[in-house]
């Protein structure tokens, strides 16, 4: 593409699941190959590990950018500092209730969309992937509370994922 080249919106999500599915590629044969040398317990957990330390990097990194834009580290703020591209996920519900509980729904994810072409054993190993998306918020700030209540993983028809704000007041710094 040469610079100031425009390509359509069509286009460039083809090109973020794309990459999203080689993401989910590369998790599954890692995480294989993690197993397969150190056997089915030992390797899971050093793949719960290396999870969990991206995960709270994440976390982290966006909790310190909020704070800087003096923002509190709640779930709906940092829903202004998505972590995955915006284009490629089909996002059909992201609302807040009144108690403060941040809703998503999504049927697409490409993530999930390889691992499931993959087979049982690439979706096993996804699903650790996805578990570790509560140490993220949990880095964000510990007074936040974070569950998958439906997984496309699992079958249901999209991933439906529920975080909220669990304490009085708001921990900054």
């Keep these: 593409m040469s ?4 390509v359509s919106r069509e286009f460039a999500v083809g090109q973020v ?3 999203g599915g080689l993401v ?5 044969f890692y995480g294989r190959a993690i197993i397969n040398r150190l056997g089915e317990e030992e390797g899971r957990a050093m793949i719960r590990d290396v999870l969990g330390s991206f995960a709270r990097h994440f976390g982290e990194d966006a909790r310190g950018r909020l704070i800087a834009m003096g923002q509190d580290p709640t779930p709906n703020n940092y829903a ?6 915006l284009l490629g996920w089909d996002y059909t519900k992201v609302e807040v209730s009144k108690q403060g509980e ?15 072409a993959l087979g049982p054993e690439a979706v096993a190993l996804g699903r650790l992937y996805c578990d570790a998306e509560a140490e993220k918020f949990r880095a964000l700030n510990p007074r936040i509370s974070f569950r998958h209540v439906r997984s496309l993983l699992d079958g249901d028809e999209c991933c439906e994922l529920v975080s909220h704000f669990t304490g009085e007041g708001t921990v900054k710094g």
């Design 24 to 28: 989910a590629a590369l998790h599954h």
């Design 102 to 116: 941040r809703h998503v729904e999504l049927t697409f994810c490409p993530y999930a969309a390889k691992w499931m």
């Design 17 to 19: 699941r794309r990459l």
């Design 80 to 85: 202004h500092l998505p972590d995955v591209a």
């Design 3 to 6: 610079a100031g080249e425009t």
